[in-house]
T-cell receptor, first 114, second 113 residues
Framework: KQEVTQIPAALSVPEGENLVLNCSFTDSAIYNLQWFRQDPGKGLTSLLL?????REQTSGRLNASLDKSSGRSTLYIAASQPGDSATYLCAVRPSGGSNYKLTFGKGTLLTVNP | DAGVTQSPTHLIKTRGQHVTLRCSPISGHKSVSWYQQVLGQGPQFIFQ???????GRGNFPDRFSARQFPNYSSELNVNALLLGDSALYLC????????????FGPGTRLTVL
């Protein structure tokens, strides 16, 4: 059974700081890994998608890396801004068959202080 | 283009009642999945539908059911509501393009009293 863990559970940083969020998964047989942002009480916004054959993806100030063999992914946020405050979730999709189920971590609550 | 839409936004029910939640996927997406997210947890997979057929089911009781219509919209039904069914219900759609990126709607907040 796939398990996804995100560390830390919460993080508070001053504006302008670079930061790293961590995601680990127990089963390396994944098709892809997706990072999402969730504002309080809202739906999920897709940030980055990394296929199992890729090492990293970048979008603006965000960079996500994937080490499938060790079961780890990181989300790097450069020059953080108060508007980045949200919960960040990672999710993995298993490889093989037609199983498109995503398994999520519990998320990291990020607060960026002005 | 419109994203994934869900209705209603909020819903309050009492124990024992039933509820129907609705989802419209992104235009051109034929696959819809449903997730339940309780406060402080990550979303949990409930169902996946593709081309109107159930392709996956999570560890939820038979009180939960769903269906997909010819226009690829979907309904999630929950019978005999329990207090523990209070959660944010999320719908996701995906394109059949090999990337398999999933896009989520704004969710329906269900409160069971």
């Amino acid at each position: 059974k796939q398990e996804v863990t995100q560390i830390p559970a919460a993080l508070s940083v001053p504006e302008g700081e670079n930061l790293v969020l961590n995601c680990s998964f127990t089963d390396s047989a994944i098709y892809n890994l997706q990072w999402f942002r969730q504002d309080p009480g809202k739906g999920l916004t897709s940030l980055l998608l990394i296929q199992s054959s890729q090492r990293e993806q970048t979008s603006g100030r965000l960079n996500a890396s994937l080490d499938k063999s060790s079961g780890r992914s990181t989300l790097y946020i450069a020059a953080s801004q108060p508007g980045d405050s949200a919960t960040y979730l990672c999710a993995v999709r298993p490889s093989g068959g037609s199983n498109y189920k995503l398994t999520f971590g519990k998320g990291t609550l990020l607060t960026v202080n002005p | 283009d419109a994203g994934v839409t869900q209705s209603p936004t909020h819903l309050i029910k009492t124990r024992g009642q039933h509820v129907t939640l609705r989802c419209s996927p992104i235009s051109g997406h034929k696959s819809v999945s449903w997730y339940q997210q309780v406060l402080g947890q990550g979303p949990q997979f409930i169902f996946q539908y593709y081309e109107k057929e159930e392709r996956g089911r999570g560890n939820f009781p038979d009180r939960f059911s769903a269906r997909q219509f010819p226009n690829y919209s979907s309904e999630l039904n929950v019978n005999a509501l329990l207090l523990g069914d209070s959660a944010l219900y999320l719908c996701a759609s995906r394109a059949w393009d090999g990337r398999d990126e999933q896009f989520f709607g704004p969710g329906t907040r269900l409160t069971v009293l």
